[in-house]
């Protein structure tokens, strides 16, 4: 870095014209001629060392400034150009800098305009789902990623499809693995398709969880995974192999608008699909019932994790079969929600699922802990949740782990058929009732007043503006 060359000429250019002066004055300033100057300028010489120092001396420069003084709105417009809307507008990022650099004003405005724009999509969003939750449809037409449309295609749907569970039964009788799945599998891809199963090291597999490779007919696994996931990786390439049609039409079923949308959703099939194999529908139902649908006494008899015990219970909505109709939320420590799911889909506008009063964030705090509380949206729908905290994939010593933290819920009627709903106490003077948390679906459509963790004001009210008073909430409205 230290040789790198600086090239700002619009920077100079800049300093010159905000000072008012010509090209021969700034020269004489400096010490140098005019037509050097021209050439700093068009950015055709880069600046010496003495040249920096000349600068900050003369006109109380910061010496970063002229070192690149657009890194920010660089990243700012990445961050633009990268939205789908703009996507494939630029090459790449040779013209974003020299925009950067040469009109660093216009960069900025470019930065407002999108920013304002993702402010109004946010808040038509918010209306959109107001209006829904009355009963009134407001279709907006947005760019979307395509992780973005499989996530909502996936979450306004009942998390089941029959074909895959099917195969997934008539695939687990076939192997007839005991108590021994992953021996089973490794066994069939060997015998079955000359597919040999291999763990291999962090150092040999930094970047990947799974790699088959099709010349030395080789899986790859990295010892990052947990045994149980490690168990659902190979799940996934045997169910890729075997329950390939089955997994297609699921895919076809969605209606996807592109090509990367339905790679990404194959992928999620077949996760489910490693999921139906792993827990065979008729056994995980009876187990569950059973235990009450207890997660850590799923997951020890099915050799399986929290997490894939409390997936596998959002997909227990067979006609003829149906258990709890649970929900899922999995988010990471900053907020982000990445997966939602449901046996009847996820219920966001009864739920909402971003209050931040919600036990899941909590989680984080008391990690391995289950957190059990019964909540009540402001329509006065009540829930019963259970958050515990993820471990994902381990990496050395001086790698910081990854942990995400899951929330699983249903409607309070079901408390009765779950276990944790004994641990939920009674409201006082309500026979059977509970007493639960108020939440609201977020904090741009919730209008509970003095709320101590709201973090925006509510879209539907004005704020609370009195120099006299002085509210709980900074977003304190009328």
């Excluded at 045997?238 to 329950?243: E, H, N, P, S, T």
Aim: proline share 6%.
């Amino acid at each position: 870095m230290a040789d790198q060359k600086i090239f700002a000429g619009p920077r100079i250019r800049r300093i010159r014209k905000e000072r008012g002066l010509t090209q021969a004055a700034m020269a004489e300033a400096l010490g140098i001629s005019p037509s050097y100057l021209n050439l700093i300028e068009r950015n055709q010489r880069p600046l010496t060392v003495q040249l920096i120092l000349k600068l900050t001396s003369v006109y109380k420069v910061d010496a970063e400034v002229l070192q690149g003084e657009g890194g920010q709105t660089l990243v700012a417009l990445r961050e633009a150009f990268a939205d789908p809307l703009l996507a494939g507008e630029l090459p790449g990022d040779e013209e974003m800098v020299e925009v950067a650099e040469a009109a660093p004003n216009a960069a900025a405005a470019v930065v407002k305009l999108y920013r304002a724009y993702k402010e109004q999509a946010s808040r038509m969003s918010d209306i959109s789902a107001m209006l829904a939750g009355e009963g009134r449809v407001a279709e907006l037409p947005a760019a979307r990623m395509p992780m973005d449309e499989v996530r909502e295609v996936l979450e306004t749907r009942p998390n089941h499809f029959a074909a895959i569970e099917e195969e997934a039964e008539a695939f687990h009788a076939l192997l007839k693995p005991g108590d021994d799945l992953m021996g089973a599998l490794r066994g069939w891809l060997q015998s079955e398709h000359g597919i040999v199963v291999r763990t291999l090291p962090v150092a040999t597999m930094p970047n990947w969880r799974r790699r088959y490779d099709r010349h030395s007919h080789r899986l790859f696994i990295s010892e990052r995974l947990s045994l149980y996931d490690q168990l659902r990786e190979v799940a996934m390439e045997a169910a890729l192999i075997r329950m390939q049609v089955a997994i297609t039409a699921a895919v076809n079923q969605l209606g996807l608008s592109g090509d990367e949308a339905r790679r990404i959703a194959r992928f999620e099939m077949a996760r489910y699909a490693a999921h139906a194999l792993m827990m065979p529908y008729a056994a995980f139902l009876a187990a569950a019932q059973r235990a009450r649908y207890d997660m850590d006494v799923l997951r020890s008899r099915f050799g399986v994790s929290f997490e894939q015990a409390a997936n596998r219970a959002t997909t227990l909505c067979r006609k003829d079969a149906g258990g709890v109709p649970f929900f899922m939320l999995e988010v990471d420590v900053a907020g982000n929600q990445f997966r939602r799911a449901g046996a009847q889909g996820f219920p966001r506008q009864r739920f909402g699922g971003h209050c931040p009063k919600l036990s899941i964030h909590s989680a984080f705090a008391q990690p391995g802990q289950i957190l059990v509380e019964a909540v009540e949206s402001p329509s006065g729908a009540e829930f019963l949740t259970v958050s515990r905290t993820l471990e994902g994939p381990q990496g050395a010593y001086a790698e910081r782990p990854r942990r995400t933290a899951v929330l699983l819920g249903c409607d309070i009627a079901h408390r009765g058929d779950v276990v944790y709903g004994d641990t939920v106490p009674p409201r006082p003077g309500a026979p059977g009732g509970s007493l639960t948390v108020p939440i609201g679906p977020a904090c741009r459509l919730c209008e509970r007043s003095g709320c101590l963790a709201r973090a925006e004001p509510p879209i539907t009210r004005p704020l609370g503006l009195d120099e006299m008073v002085t509210g709980i909430s900074v977003f304190d409205f009328q």
